[in-house]
């Protein structure tokens, strides 16, 4: 197995908002069957950001990411903030994160933002893997944070009793190990782009012309027709994915994968009947935290060792657009 | 020079809205004397997406850039959205961009969005650069589409006669030339960061609890501050910038800024007082089109040859973050 560019995880830290919403609350407000969404939804509970903002869970999760990693927000050469959710639209989700840490008011590190919605922490793990191999950087921070209960509509109860909060962070370093990233594969099938959506606040319903209304302002997903494209698409992306590898998906020795639903994880198990063991699935008590998701279950596998130095590690998601994002790494905490 | 990472501007286009709307038309609107917005602002008029979405310019500015390069869509390889504004919080602006593509639809090009608000055009060319050095890109495209007219206060007149729309597109690909990256940096001034900002619309206030205000929902500028800020961070960037390359400021044949002012202009021209005539200052009839407020006026100096094959290019910015870019370039279509 080639590494085609080498870093470590040098710390990972990540934070849980301190409300938790059990799925029998909102069976009881939505009126629904006790037991019923957990059976068709896949979650038992999840965290909720009812006193946390964004930034401030990204703080908390970069903080305990630092600490793991024994150096100090000034040791951090670039910031970049890779979520989907945000506290303002201008500025950037990274620099209010910085302006967070007031010991890094005079730092000058740069902060940026990558969106691929779900996906966002495989793509801004691939863009930290190039900064590194530029030579100009040391340590990497990557941190996502999500709230998603004011973009949920209680009248759309398969995602109303879906979504999570939560956020994770790592620090991505230069090292002399043999780990880092052995592939990355990142493609958008566009048909798919509107069956995921939020259809106000931008320009094209803004605010401004279109006064709130859950339907209006919340996520908005089509899920059959999006489980029929993942149904083609994934396959396809796997293969490709895995061709021109010496490994198979059956011999990684851990797969991440975004903790989009039940039945998305489902056919991941699926496609990996061999060895269904090593697939982290934490969506009973997160349910899906959009582009955290994947952050967070990560941070719990390196946390609780599930996934150990030298073990190979297979991030996989899918995401509004529609974009599948795989990245397949060698893990070093070194 | 040496040339880090090497790429060529294969195409270029831009898109500007067929509304123009001039500041005598603005003065009457705010009871201001005649004259009075280009005296003290800068512009005279700006093109306004009256009947455009983000979305469609960045499609035209797109289509242009590809017959500039005389390739069609089928033969990009990722499309990178570099903007603030949006049509839409979900999905990404890249992915939008290429769904409206008919032709692309069974195309699986991936579509990221890169962030840093009016310096977003510069990262993207960063990352582009990194991508294509990786060797798995041909072609690489950047879109930035910028439609800010529902996010002005018509009560703030500095900021409500400083912006326009806009969209501009390039392509960035593999060459055997001797073209490319010389130096990219970006640094991120937190003591700024909220000196910039949209306040609703966000998770921090949230359309759902916070009804629609022009205050509340438009860009909020403390100019002054940020002035002072500038004129301190702006000649350490540009120092620490070239202090390792051969080359000075003066030395640059084009010079190409964000339009963000008209003071912030003269800044920089003060900065390179001994060759004045070599920048790009669009500001009078375009305004500040944030994000693309850079590669429009790049794209210009394509167009009407005053960027030459072989010459050096220097893109700068400042943006809400508080962020100042810049990137040094080879110019070269081949």
Same mark, same amino acid.
């Given at each position: 197995m080639k590494i085609q560019r080498a870093f470590s995880i040098k710390g990972?830290?990540?934070? *849980?908002?301190?409300?938790?919403? =059990?799925?029998?609350? %909102?069976e009881s407000e939505l009126n629904?069957?006790?037991?019923?969404? /957990?059976?068709?939804?896949g979650v038992k509970s999840r965290h909720s950001a009812k006193e946390e903002s964004n930034t401030f869970m990204a703080k908390q999760a970069l903080n305990n990411a630092l600490k793991d990693a024994n150096i100090s927000i000034k040791d951090?050469?670039? *910031?970049?903030?890779?979520?989907? =959710?945000?506290?303002? %639209?201008?500025?950037?989700?990274?620099?209010?994160?910085?302006?967070? /840490?007031?010991?890094?008011?005079?730092?000058?590190?740069?902060?940026i933002d990558i969106n691929t919605v779900c996906t966002s922490f495989i793509s801004a793990l691939d863009y930290a893997?190039?900064?590194?191999?530029?030579?100009?950087?040391?340590?990497?921070?990557?941190?996502?944070?999500?709230?998603?209960?004011?973009?949920l509509n209680p009248n759309d109860s398969e995602t109303y009793s879906l979504f999570g909060d939560g956020a994770a962070a790592v620090i991505i370093s230069r090292t002399n190990q043999k780990s880092g990233l052995i592939q990355y594969k990142s493609k958008t099938y566009s048909e798919a782009a509107k069956y995921t959506i939020i259809e106000g606040g931008g320009n094209m319903n803004h605010t401004k012309n279109t006064p709130y209304d859950p339907a209006m302002y919340s996520f908005k997903m089509q899920g059959k027709k999006l489980l029929k494209n993942v149904k083609t698409t994934l396959p396809k992306f796997l293969s490709q994915f895995f061709k021109p590898l010496t490994v198979s998906l059956q011999d990684v020795n851990l797969i991440v994968p975004h903790?989009?639903?039940?039945?998305?994880i489902r056919?991941?198990?699926?496609?990996?009947?061999?060895?269904?063991?090593?697939?982290?699935?934490?969506l009973e008590n997160h349910?899906?935290?959009?582009?955290?998701?994947?952050?967070?279950?990560?941070?719990?596998?390196?946390?609780?060792k599930t996934l150990k130095e030298g073990d190979t590690c297979f991030l996989l998601g899918t995401a509004a657009g529609m974009t599948i994002g795989g990245l397949l790494f060698k893990y070093s905490k070194l």
């Open positions: 990972a830290g990540k934070y *849980l908002p301190k409300t938790v919403i =059990t799925s029998s609350k %909102i629904l069957p006790e037991g019923y969404i /957990f059976k068709r939804i951090i050469d670039c *910031l970049i903030g890779a979520s989907a =959710t945000f506290d303002y %639209i201008i500025p950037n989700r990274s620099s209010l994160i910085k302006n967070a /840490f007031e010991e890094a008011l005079d730092l000058d590190f740069p902060c893997s190039l900064l590194l191999s530029s030579g100009d950087y040391q340590h990497i921070a990557i941190v996502s944070s999500e709230s998603s209960s004011n973009g903790q989009a639903s039940k039945l998305g056919m991941l198990i699926g496609l990996n009947k061999n060895n269904s063991a090593n697939i982290v699935d934490q349910g899906n935290c959009i582009a955290a998701s994947i952050p967070i279950a990560l941070v719990s596998s390196i946390e609780n």
